[in-house]
T-cell receptor
Framework: AAGVIQSPRHLIKEKRETATLKCYPI?????VYWYQQGPGQDPQFLIS???????DKGSIPDRFSAQQFSDYHSELNMSSLELGDSALYFC?????????????FGPGTRLTVL | GEDVEQSLFLSVREGDSSVINCTYT??????LYWYKQEPGAGLQLLTY?????DMKQDQRLTVLLNKKDKHLSLRIADTQTGDSAIYFC??????????????FGKGTHLIIQP
C-alpha cells in the first residue's frame, strides 16, 4: 500500500539559510500534518491543513510557513534557520472521512543545521 | 497543549508481558492512541481506543482506559525482540475532530532482555 512520502530524507543547511520540505500524502487523503521531533524528544505538532486550508496551528515558529497545494501535497518552508531547528520533521496524512482520525506518518526528513 | 506523561524506560524479559502506562489531562479527548517508533523510523499507529470504552484487545495488544483517573495503559503479551522500540501515547490537541494535531507523551523505551 502507498505510504506518505517525504523529501528529501536528509538535509544539511547552514545557519540563516532556508529549507523546503515536501510531503506527499497517501492517495485520497485530504489532511496533512507537520510535526517536529528533536533528539530524544516527543514529536511536537506544528500545523495542519484540510482540503488545502490551514486547519490547526501548534508550536510553529513565525520563521516557518507551510501550505497545501491543489494535488494535496504540502510544503514546509523554513527560513533564517537556527541550530535549534535541527530535528526530524514528520509529515502525516489522514482522511477527513476517517472515524478516528488515524494519522499515517511518513519516514521523516532529518534536518541538520550547521 | 495538554500534558501527557509516561515513564521513560521499561525493561522486560522476552516472552513476558509488557505494560506501558500513560496519564493524560484532557478528559474531553475522543480518542487516545498508541504509536510505536523504531530507531530512525517514523511513527506507526499501533492501536487506539475511543473514550467511551474501558478496554480494547487486538491480538497481542490490550489497551485499558480508566477515564476517571485519566490513565491509559498498553499491555503487550509475549513480548518479542521485535517489540523493542519507543512507545508513545497521544491524544488530540483540541476536540478530536477535523485536522487535530496530536499531543504525544515523552515516550517509553521498551527494552527486551533475552
Amino acid at each position: 500500500a502507498a505510504g506518505v512520502i517525504q523529501s528529501p530524507r536528509h538535509l544539511i543547511k547552514e545557519k540563516r539559510e532556508t529549507a523546503t520540505l515536501k510531503c506527499y500524502p497517501i492517495p485520497r487523503h485530504d489532511t496533512v500534518y507537520w510535526y517536529q521531533q528533536g533528539p530524544g524528544q516527543d514529536p511536537q505538532f506544528l500545523i495542519s491543513f484540510y482540503e488545502k486550508m490551514q486547519s490547526d496551528k501548534g508550536s510553529i515558529p513565525d520563521r516557518f510557513s507551510a501550505q497545501q497545494f491543489s494535488d494535496y501535497h504540502s510544503e514546509l518552508n523554513m527560513s533564517s534557520l537556527e541550530l535549534g531547528d535541527s530535528a526530524l520533521y514528520f509529515c502525516a496524512s489522514s482522511s477527513g472521512l476517517a472515524k478516528y482520525n488515524e494519522q499515517f506518518f511518513g519516514p521523516g526528513t532529518r534536518l541538520t543545521v550547521l | 497543549g495538554e500534558d501527557v506523561e509516561q515513564s521513560l524506560f521499561l525493561s522486560v524479559r522476552e516472552g513476558d508481558s509488557s505494560v506501558i502506562n500513560c496519564t493524560y489531562t484532557d478528559s474531553s479527548s475522543t480518542y487516545l492512541y498508541w504509536y510505536k517508533q523504531e530507531p530512525g523510523a517514523g511513527l506507526q499507529l499501533l492501536t487506539y481506543i475511543f473514550s467511551n470504552m474501558d478496554m480494547k484487545q487486538d491480538q497481542r495488544l490490550t489497551v485499558l482506559l480508566n477515564k476517571k483517573d485519566k490513565h491509559l495503559s498498553l499491555r503487550i503479551a509475549d513480548t518479542q525482540t521485535g517489540d523493542s522500540a519507543i512507545y508513545f501515547c497521544a491524544e488530540p490537541m483540541y476536540s478530536g475532530g477535523g485536522a487535530d494535531g496530536l499531543t504525544f507523551g515523552k515516550g517509553t523505551h521498551l527494552i527486551i532482555q533475552p
